[in-house]
Nanobody, 119 residues
Framework: QIQVVESGGGLVQPGGSLRLSCAVSGSGFNVYTMAWYRQAPGKEREAVAIMTSSGYTKYHDSVKGRFTISRDNAKNTVTLQMNSLKPEDTAVYYC?????????????WGQGTQVTVSS
């Protein structure tokens, strides 16, 4: 059974940084694409960053230059380093695992971790 568990959310002031972590159980982590999504109150869930097994990354335009996704295949973990945070980054952030072939198709999701950017 695959489990996806996020950690690292919290309250941060505008301009601050947070690092989200995600641990995935099960085998074959290295062959899957990993991604971070977020959902703000009253808004659709959106993809923030993805990273394929080969290291290709893709970011939402609103976070380019501020967020960085990385993975450690030896530890089955993926992280999202978030810098220069803005109030509009406030959302529940979800980690997921999936496949990427032009389009990304997640299959397992975590429970989410709250990120609040406020002074």
């Amino acid at each position: 059974q695959i489990q996806v568990v996020e950690s690292g959310g919290g309250l941060v002031q505008p301009g601050g940084s947070l690092r989200l972590s995600c641990a995935v159980s099960g085998s074959g982590f290295n062959v899957y694409t990993m991604a971070w999504y977020r959902q703000a109150p009253g808004k659709e869930r959106e993809a923030v960053a993805i990273m394929t097994s080969s290291g290709y990354t893709k970011y939402h335009d609103s976070v380019k230059g501020r967020f960085t996704i990385s993975r450690d295949n030896a530890k089955n973990t993926v992280t999202l380093q978030m810098n220069s945070l803005k109030p509009e980054d406030t959302a529940v952030y979800y980690c997921n695992r999936g496949t990427y072939s032009g389009d990304y198709r997640p299959d397992y999701w975590g429970q989410g971790t709250q990120v609040t950017v406020s002074s």
